[in-house]
């Protein structure tokens, strides 16, 4: 099973993909789209060493969810510190320790770190134990750990690695 | 009706750019500019790609996808520019209003 499909939530996706950028659903294109989504992950496969397995997809909804609200009220945040003036920022770098293993979970739990507006990912150690993140105005830095921490990276271990 | 929500949404998106732009340039350090314009992309563009989503959806056969394309490949590859940009700097030592993270084993590059 694993030799025929090494990533069967790859091809889903690719193949799902597929039908996005040709924007029609026809049978051909389905066929061709499966096609592709099942020999893709051949070629690639040195990239995904690990088999990807979401084991609560309700989860994942709910952390898009929130995901996508803190794009919004981010936004506004940073909008907000732009437009009052660079003066009275107060950045910093800050070490969010991570127990996250997977490179999956970490990967995005940096993208998700960046893409929330005010904080960027900068660094990741060596050891892949600690996350560097910029902030663009920090009153407390403990407590945005603790946010990243129980906002992102607790639903990504159950989502990715389950609850060990 | 739909033309004014259109109208709103491009607006927001437009403003919303702006004032990414606007941090890109009057921000002080590297650090901070870049949190400017990864911003921008996330809540402006995405309110432009739904208006393009809405006009196309309705003024043409068939719903339009293409925007749903656009953000995911936008959601994948900003955060790993920005990523990148942030550790090469890091790594070039730039002048940061924040004081740098404490040089030890598992932070960034002591002198090469």
Redesign the interface.
């Known amino acids: 099973m694993r030799r025929l499909l090494p990533h069967p939530l790859l091809t889903v996706t690719l193949a799902i993909?597929w039908l996005?950028?040709v924007?029609?659903l026809s049978a051909g294109h389905v066929v061709l789209g499966a096609l592709l989504g099942w020999l893709i992950p051949f070629a690639t496969s040195d990239f995904w060493p690990e088999q990807i397995r979401i084991r609560h997809p309700l989860a994942l909804l709910r952390y898009l969810a929130v995901f996508l609200y803190d794009?919004?009220r981010?936004?506004f945040q940073?909008?907000a510190l732009?437009?009052r003036?660079?003066?009275r920022?107060r950045?910093?770098?800050i070490?969010v320790p991570l127990v996250l293993r997977t490179d999956l979970a970490i990967s995005l739990l940096?993208?998700?770190?960046?893409?929330t507006?005010?904080t960027?990912?900068?660094?990741l150690?060596?050891?892949r134990?600690?996350l560097?993140v910029?902030t663009?105005d920090t009153g407390d830095a403990a407590a945005l750990v603790t946010e990243i921490k129980q906002r992102y990276e607790a639903p990504l271990k159950q989502i990715f690695e389950g609850s060990e | 009706m739909i033309d004014l929500l259109l109208s709103i949404l491009i607006l927001t998106g437009a403003i919303?750019t702006f004032?990414?732009s606007?941090?890109l340039a009057?921000?002080?350090?590297f650090?901070?500019r870049?949190?400017?314009p990864?911003?921008a992309t996330?809540?402006?563009v995405?309110c432009l790609l739904i208006a393009s989503a809405l006009y196309f959806s309705i003024r043409e056969e068939?719903i339009?996808?293409?925007e749903?394309?656009v953000t995911?490949f936008l959601?994948?590859t900003?955060?790993?520019s920005?990523?990148l940009l942030?550790?090469a700097?890091?790594h070039l030592k730039l002048k940061?209003?924040?004081?740098?993270?404490a040089q030890g084993s598992?932070?960034?590059p002591g002198t090469h």
Do not use: C
Not at chain 1, 110 to 115: Q, Y
Not at chain 1, 120 to 123: D, L, Y
Not at chain 2, 96 to 101: I, K, R
């Open positions: 993909l996005l950028l924007n029609q794009i919004v981010g936004s940073v909008a732009i437009l003036g660079p003066t920022l950045p910093a770098f070490q940096a993208n998700t770190i960046s893409l507006p005010g960027v990912s900068a660094w150690s060596e050891d134990r600690t560097i910029h663009l | 919303f004032i990414g606007l941090g009057r921000l002080q350090d650090y901070t870049l949190h400017g990864t911003k996330t809540l402006g995405g068939g339009s996808l293409h749903v394309l995911l959601f994948i900003a955060p790993v920005a990523h942030a550790k700097a890091l940061s209003l924040a004081p740098p993270p598992d932070t960034p």
